[in-house]
């Protein structure tokens, strides 16, 4: 999921910022900024870890690290969904991969509730003309969207993307979506673990 931390008041010394920086800030966002001394008094700041885009790591991982990122990736939507949040643009290039090889999702433009899309399967064609059309021959509405349609978005096919239906495939099913959306509506909490297996406290 999300690897953003929120600070009130956090004093970092000052000479960890350029000139250039501490200018931009003092007239961008003047009211949260204040230099005392040798210290940058920020008063509300989110803070994300570095991170490599997963579309640039997966072009230089083995296949051990790609496969485990892979799974990452998947786990990090289902995470998502599981807290009634869906990411809008499931590229790769909005997730990061952390230092400890952690993969996180960063880019929240397009994020919408999960109980608030309608996750369609594509229709059939049913003449020739309609399966060739170059624009959609059904009626799509604002918020509709089609999870078949995902794979030809997030990467070429290959090993990386057999690797990934083969470990999330439901992903790309309308019906695991509305199963998720029906269990959120129908007010279930559902488990989301921010740790793995084995680094978790039995019950």
Known sequence: MADSYLFEKLALPRD???????????????????LLGDCVLLSHVYIEKKMTPLNL???????????KALRDY?????????????????????????RVNRVVFYDYDEIEHVTDC???HLPEPRTPEQEMASQPWYYVGPRDIFPEEFPGFLMRAGPHLS??????GEIFDAD???????RLLAGEIMDVFPYRTGWRFLQ
């Open 16 to 34: 960890r910022f350029s000139p250039e920086c501490l200018a931009e800030l003092q007239e961008t966002a003047p009211s949260k900024v204040e």
């Open 57 to 67: 790591y997966l072009q230089t991982a083995n296949e051990a690290m790609a496969q």
């Open 74 to 98: 998947g786990r990090a939507i289902k995470q998502l969904a599981a807290a009634n949040i869906f990411p809008g643009d499931l590229l790769l290039k909005n997730f990061g991969v952390t």
């Open 118 to 120: 309608n996750f369609r």
């Open 163 to 168: 690797y990934l239906r083969q470990q999330h």
């Open 176 to 182: 695991f979506w509305n199963d998720v959306k029906q």
